[in-house]
Nanobody, 115 residues
Framework: QVQLVESGGGLVQPGGSLRLSCAAAGSIFSIYFMGWYRQAPGKQRELVAQISRGGNTIYADSVKGRFTISRDNAKNTVYLQMNSLKPEDTAVYYC?????????WGQGTQVTVSS
């Protein structure tokens, strides 16, 4: 089992920045991919960014150039630096860990972009 604890959400004005953190505990050895998904009201959950154990990354087209995912393997933590935030980035952001055929999810953290 893997436990994920997220932090860093909140309210920010358009154009602002936030950094999300996700700390993993438990069967860390089984994790290969870590990533962030988001779900806005009335919409499906979507992939925002993902990083492999080796540091390879993928991003949703809507966040490329604005968001950066990074991973500290020593701390078992993944980060999402979000810059130039837009109102359409408003959603609940979920941390995800994937490995050995299993998916684990954090509890979610609300990000609201509004003036």
């Amino acid at each position: 089992q893997v436990q994920l604890v997220e932090s860093g959400g909140g309210l920010v004005q358009p154009g602002g920045s936030l950094r999300l953190s996700c700390a993993a505990a438990g069967s860390i050895f089984s994790i290969y991919f870590m990533g962030w998904y988001r779900q806005a009201p009335g919409k499906q959950r979507e992939l925002v960014a993902q990083i492999s154990r080796g540091g390879n990354t993928i991003y949703a087209d809507s966040v490329k150039g604005r968001f950066t995912i990074s991973r500290d393997n020593a701390k078992n933590t993944v980060y999402l630096q979000m810059n130039s935030l837009k109102p359409e980035d408003t959603a609940v952001y979920y941390c995800n860990a994937h490995g050995l055929g299993s998916d684990y999810w954090g509890q979610g953290t609300q990000v609201t972009v509004s003036s």
